[in-house]
């Protein structure tokens, strides 16, 4: 009897089941969970930032003047700048969809979207991979601040240039996916961004740039550029199809340079500005699209002791650039088919013989002209200072002036080698 | 020996233990343990500050994979290099997290996305105010070395502060 007892204790005690356990490998653990990234379902949430004064400066002054100067931007407090909302659950009584007369619910659907969060692998190696949620996020309080270049970083003994507001500024996003990984093209270093099938709004309710001279009376001294926006020609979000960039830091020409390529840009880009006013006169609308860029685009920064250097390289057409000034069939001037390039080929008069290559240049390092920023004092008068090299050129197939057409305008072999522009205080 | 034989395969696959087993949803779970998730109350203030007065971004190859590479660098301008402070305060703060799996709708519209049967970590978060003492940087960018700089700017920011101000909604985290 014992014996049984024995053998039955024994029995239950073996571990006989555990040993039919077998590790899953990962794959096998994928099928069965189905789990590869991480979705997060952002809060909707206020957010500030603030500060009082951002100062730059330029410690080595303008050509000639070598006087260290500050370009303050402050009187940010008064501002309470950046008031931010951002909201996931797009709340659908205040979108850029209604400003502009769309129906929200077509534009944005109703439900929500996470941000998912996944690493993979291609062909071109490992990356991270980001699908955006649906967000809107905009600007309370942006008013009044001063742009001032000044002798000291506080600011004062400066000379305001100009006061702005930008109260009102959305940006909406529509879901869409990013990649990010080393960049492709050099493989070693470097990040390298691909955006694909991105609908954003991009809208600003107002923007006033405003004389600083207290004797003007309000009304009477500022450029209103008001109900700017983004959208794919429709009214509808603008779509990045595909956007490829790359971004790199290097040595060339002896000089330390940060590289930002754009190497394609595919989407129907229009931009409208829905009212500008001068000293509070009306002075009409724009409406501008479809805007093309081509591949391979792209932008050099570096400095010079102190100050900027840059080039800025890209060639673009712009099926047309209307100025409506009035209500009438014919109060609208329009560059209809126009186009920045570096090189053009055909007969200036006959349009459909036109061809256009290369990107139009702002600087060019490889002569050792780059475009410049500076700010600083000649002694008499704070300032800004700009140096704008150009090479390239400019076709506009139908230039028309209240509704007359005037036909075909081309500027070809541009090289200017210097184009200073002082922007000084008045 | 047969017999004890026999009895012994018996016993061996007779699975006496799982017998006993019962699965239980998550709401039974929740009577048992009474707890739904976790609060964390933080009483009074808690400061953290990170301090450093050069952060750089290097690239080996440079702009063409030649080799030449190099850094954009955030330095301190200054003989002895000052410190920028980012000091992150929480006051009378609570954090919630809990963790569940989705059987039923929310109430909450920020839970839509949850797919029904998905296992999720809610967080609430808690208001905070990040303020940074910024000293003087400069924008500059270097060769390989780290060396030969090209200075852009030096910036100075005064009084910057960032806070979350509001929360409407929780957090949610989940796998896909």
Same mark, same amino acid.
């Given at each position: ?14 571990? =006989? %089941? ?13 099928? &069965? ?5 991480? %979705?997060? &379902? ?11 004064? #951002? ?9 000639? !003047? ?38 929200? $619910? ?19 190696? /490992?990356?991270?991979?980001?699908? *955006? ?11 009044? =601040?001063?742009?001032? &270049? ?14 702005? /507001? ?20 050099? /493989? ?7 955006? +694909? ?14 004389? %600083? ?12 550029? $008001?109900?700017?926006? #983004?959208?794919?020609? $429709? ?37 409208? *500005? ?57 109060? !609208? $001037? ?8 570096? +090189? ?83 | ?44 203030? *808690? ?43 929480? @006051? ?63 910036? @100075?920011?005064?009084?910057? /502060? ?15």
């Amino acid at each position: 009897m014992f014996r049984y007892l024995y053998l039955i204790l024994m029995a239950i005690i073996v571990p =006989v %089941s555990a040993s039919a356990l077998v590790a899953l490998t990962d794959n096998e653990m994928s099928d &069965v969970t189905g789990q590869t990234g991480i %979705s997060i &379902v952002i809060p909707d949430l206020n957010f500030g930032v603030s500060m009082t004064r #951002l100062s730059l400066t330029d410690g080595d002054g303008l050509s000639g !003047y070598p006087n260290p100067a500050y370009l303050v931007i402050d009187n940010i407090n008064h501002a309470s700048f950046g008031n931010f909302n951002l909201a996931t659950k797009i709340a659908m009584g205040d979108t850029v969809a209604h400003k502009i007369g769309m129906d929200p $619910n077509s534009v944005y659907g109703t439900g929500m979207k996470s941000l998912d969060i996944d690493v993979g692998t291609d062909g071109d190696g /490992s990356f991270i991979n980001i699908e *955006l949620p649906k967000m809107q996020l905009y600007t309370g309080d942006f008013d009044d =601040v001063h742009i001032r &270049v000044a002798d000291n970083q506080m600011g004062t003994n400066g000379t305001d240039l100009a006061y702005f /507001s930008l109260p009102g500024l959305y940006f909406e996003g529509i879901g869409g996916n990013i990649k990010v990984r080393p960049d492709r093209n050099t /493989s070693n270093g470097g990040i390298d961004v691909q955006i +694909t099938n991105t609908p954003f709004y991009l809208y600003n309710t107002e923007l006033t740039i405003r004389d %600083s001279d207290p004797d003007t009376p309000d009304g009477q001294d500022a450029l209103e550029l $008001n109900q700017f926006y #983004l959208h794919d020609g $429709n009214n509808n979000p603008f779509i990045l199809r595909n956007g490829h960039f790359s971004l790199n830091v290097g040595r060339k020409n002896g000089q330390n340079w940060l590289k930002l390529i754009a190497h394609e840009w595919e989407g129907d880009l229009y931009a409208n *500005l829905g009212e500008m006013k001068w000293c509070g006169t009306q002075f009409g609308r724009w409406e501008i699209g479809r805007i093309i860029q081509h591949e391979n685009a792209h932008t050099y920064i570096s400095g010079h002791s102190m100050g900027l250097d840059m080039e800025i390289s890209a060639r673009l057409d712009i099926e047309n650039l209307y100025y409506i000034y009035g209500t009438g069939p014919g109060d !609208y $001037n329009n560059s209809h088919m126009l186009h920045l390039a570096q +090189t053009f080929s055909g007969t200036e008069s006959n349009p459909s013989t036109w061809s256009f290559s290369g990107n139009l240049q702002i600087g060019d390092i490889d002569n050792n002209r780059p475009a410049t920023l500076d700010f600083g004092s000649d002694g008499n008068s704070n300032m800004l200072a700009l140096n704008l090299p150009l090479k390239g050129c400019l076709g506009i197939e139908s230039v028309q002036l209240g509704g007359q057409d005037f036909g075909p305008v081309v500027a070809h072999g541009m090289d200017i080698k210097m184009l200073k522009i002082y922007i000084p205080h008045r | 020996m047969k017999h004890w034989l026999f009895t012994f395969f018996v016993v061996c696959f007779f699975p006496v233990a799982a017998l006993s087993m019962d699965a239980i949803n998550d709401h039974e779970m929740d009577d048992i343990t009474g707890a739904t998730g976790i609060d964390l109350f933080l009483a009074g203030t *808690l400061e953290i500050q990170i301090s450093g007065h050069n952060l750089k971004y290097g690239d080996p190859d440079g702009l063409e994979g030649t080799g030449n590479g190099g850094f954009l660098a955030l330095d301190s301008p200054h003989q002895t290099p000052l410190d920028s402070t980012l000091s992150l305060k929480l @006051q009378d703060a609570k954090f919630s997290i809990d963790v569940g799996t989705k059987d039923a709708v929310f109430d909450s519209p920020h839970a839509d996305v949850i797919p029904f049967g998905a296992s999720y970590i809610r967080v609430d978060l808690p208001k905070f105010t990040a303020n940074v003492t910024f000293n003087d940087f400069q924008l500059q960018l270097e060769d390989q070395n780290g060396l030969n700089p090209d200075t852009m700017c030096i910036i @100075q920011l005064t009084d910057l /502060s960032f806070a979350i101000e509001e929360i409407y909604s929780p957090m949610y985290i989940f796998s896909h």
